[in-house]
């Protein structure tokens, strides 16, 4: 079985040096060797692996796709163009896609399956969520008999070392990005992570799968976690929560009681009784529910070379067996065609913190603005006098357009001096 490899950075040299120490076992796994035939890259001169021969290296990335000699075309580069133009032509070409590209997958997966459905080809991409976690296939194969009703992850590990880092130590927002960054856990602009856009592609992703709808990054709504304080993180504790950058996807009834679907990615509080508290460092761990099956949990490293090739070359050994023995892998589930619930809609809980004037009746006029919206309030905790008087109030759950109309109204009262943080819960009742 032939190879071809477009891009050779992080992931894609850890993928050659697997496929060289890993040959004798993996061919005993296929059936047949495996042969990798060219490498396709921007800068060929660049040091890479000692063991990569220099001849296999190309700039010529379209012309090594239509190469008659290769079977598998494996895409660790990113982005969305050129790699889109590669792979459609690979898939309509009926050669077999192995890509861990999940910003290309969130956009525009769909042209990406209905290529592979043209040219009858296999795409896999489990690399493109929580890394060497086995997490894709579960829900494309394994409970594909099962109806999955919600999925809630950590699936981003520069985010989860900020936030543990805050939790463990007390630290701020740039202190804990600072100390990520030295540790080589974030990117010099470590937009993508922090503001949610990372997160919210495989949330997009995950939600396809889950609920056999095509789901776009465009359908996600998504909140960074930059606005995360030492403050929040000490109110968390003394409710007993910690705060995670969650990926949520819920199938229900929207308000008129069509089945539908919401995705959101935001930094919530979470119990530390739940599963996900225990979620340290960069680790990742992917929560699902589904009716037949009840709770499991997805957990392990999702990010770094090493990680992310283990489960390209998973990808790999299940397409070249399907194309040694004539079969192909399920194709896209996307029957259900639900339509996306807008983040107005959701039911969430909020975790409102106030800076007030410290006189009487300020938490009567405050309690009246969250009557006059519907929503109804779980605790109050009131703290401080004069210029430190506090309110930290906790929602039970309320659509989130009814809650966001709250919020700005609170912000127009003359007693409110300003407004902490606004933060949802997630968990717990």
């Given at each position: 079985m032939r190879l071809a490899l477009l891009g050779c950075g992080t992931v894609g040299t850890e993928v050659v040096r697997l496929l060289h120490e890993q040959s004798a076992d993996l061919t005993a796994r296929i059936g047949a060797p495996l042969e990798l035939v060219g490498i396709a890259v921007r800068r060929p001169g660049r040091q890479r692996g000692s063991d990569i021969d220099p001849a296999l290296f190309t700039t010529d990335a379209l012309g090594l796709v239509k190469r008659d000699d290769v079977d598998v075309?494996?895409?660790?580069?990113?982005?969305?163009?050129?790699?889109?133009?590669?792979?459609?032509?690979?898939?309509?070409?009926?050669?077999?896609?192995?890509?861990?590209?999940?910003?290309?997958?969130?956009?525009?997966?769909?042209t990406l399956h209905d290529a592979a459905a043209e040219g009858g080809a296999d795409l896999y991409y489990e690399a493109a969520v929580?890394?060497?976690?086995?997490?894709?296939?579960?829900?494309?194969e394994s409970l594909h008999g099962d109806r999955v009703t919600r999925v809630t992850g950590i699936v981003n590990g520069t985010t989860n070392f900020i936030l543990s880092s805050m939790d463990a130590t007390g630290a701020g927002f740039g202190e804990a990005l600072d100390e990520a960054t030295e540790l080589g856990y974030a990117e010099a602009d470590p937009t993508a992570d922090v503001e949610g856009f990372d997160a919210a592609?495989?949330?997009?992703?995950?939600?396809?799968?889950?609920?056999?709808?095509?789901?776009?990054?465009?359908?996600?709504?998504?909140?960074?976690?930059?606005?995360?304080?030492?403050?929040?993180?000490?109110s968390a504790k003394e409710m007993g929560c910690t705060i995670k950058l969650l990926c949520i996807a819920q199938r229900g009834p929207d308000s008129t009681g069509t089945d539908s679907v919401s995705v959101r990615v935001h930094p919530a509080m979470i119990p530390r009784s739940h599963p996900l508290a225990g979620v340290g460092d960069a680790f990742n761990a992917v929560f699902v529910e589904a009716e037949a099956a009840g709770q499991l949990m997805f957990y392990g490293r999702g990010a770094g070379g090493t990680p992310t090739a283990s489960a390209v070359l998973g990808d790999i050994v299940a397409a070249a067996r399907n194309r040694l023995?004539?079969?192909r892998?399920?194709?896209?589930?996307?029957?259900?065609?639900?339509?996306?619930?807008?983040?107005?809609?959701?039911?969430?809980?909020?975790?409102?913190?106030?800076?007030?004037a410290d006189r009487q009746g300020v938490l009567a006029t405050v309690a009246g603005v969250f009557a006059k919206h519907e929503v109804?309030?779980?605790?109050?905790?009131?703290?401080?006098?004069?210029?430190?008087?506090?309110?930290?109030?906790?929602?039970?759950?309320?659509?989130?357009a009814n809650l966001a109309a709250t919020v700005e109204d609170l912000r127009s009262l003359d007693i409110v001096r300003s407004i902490a943080s606004v933060l949802r819960v997630e968990g717990g009742s």
């Open positions: 075309v494996i895409e660790v580069v990113g982005g969305i163009e050129p790699a889109r133009t590669w792979l459609t032509e690979a898939l309509t070409a009926g050669k077999s896609v192995v890509t861990a590209n999940k910003a290309l997958l969130a956009e525009d997966g769909a929580a890394g060497a976690i086995p997490l894709l296939r579960p829900l494309r592609a495989k949330a997009a992703i995950l939600a396809s799968l889950a609920f056999h709808t095509r789901v776009t990054a465009a359908d996600v709504f998504r909140e960074g976690m930059t606005g995360v304080t030492a403050a929040d993180v000490a023995s004539g079969t892998a399920p194709s896209e589930s996307s029957y259900a065609h639900l339509p996306i619930r807008p983040i107005g809609e959701s039911v969430t809980r909020y975790h409102i913190s106030l800076d007030v109804s309030i779980a605790t109050v905790r009131q703290s401080g006098r004069e210029d430190d008087a506090t309110l930290v109030i906790v929602t039970h759950g309320a659509p989130d």
